[in-house]
């Protein structure tokens, strides 16, 4: 997972929204170096988006607006959707509710990409 993935996957975890994360990050008044400026809403977005290279002095603000820590962020640690305790998290919940609408090719296709994911979780947790 890189650490946009892992930014957008955050901030779906807090249940806000990119709008709500980008107005909290620029709120900080975040300096890039290369133009001394806060960065505007629309250039969070195209960050989120992978559209534009995340600038890495946003980082110690992504961390706090996230309640992380900068090096989570940066985690190669392969994370479940079911969290330490196996509780169902909100995104697991909702697809194991669309499941019985998916055809079987989807099926297939969700079953081998988990079975990918768990090999490599094995790895990862030695």
Do not use: W
């Not at 955050?10 to 929204?17: A, G, V, Y």
């Not at 940066?74 to 994370?79: K, P, Q």
């Not at 194991?96 to 090719?105: C, G, I, K, S």
Request: charged share 30%.
């Amino acid at each position: 997972m890189n650490v946009i993935d892992k930014i957008n996957a955050l901030i779906s975890d807090r249940q806000i929204t990119r709008r709500e994360f980008a107005k909290r990050l620029c709120a900080m008044e975040p300096r890039l170096r290369s133009t001394g400026k806060t960065p505007q809403e629309q250039s969070i977005y195209h960050y989120l988006n992978g559209q534009r290279e995340l600038k890495v002095e946003l980082i110690p603000y992504i961390a706090r607006v996230l309640d992380v820590s900068e090096s989570e962020l940066f985690s190669e640690e392969v994370e479940n959707a079911f969290g330490a305790d196996t509780a169902l998290s909100k995104e697991g919940r909702d697809i194991m509710r669309l499941l019985p609408y998916a055809p079987a090719n989807v099926i297939r296709n969700i079953k081998e990409q988990l079975e990918r994911y768990k090999k490599l979780y094995k790895e990862f947790s030695v």
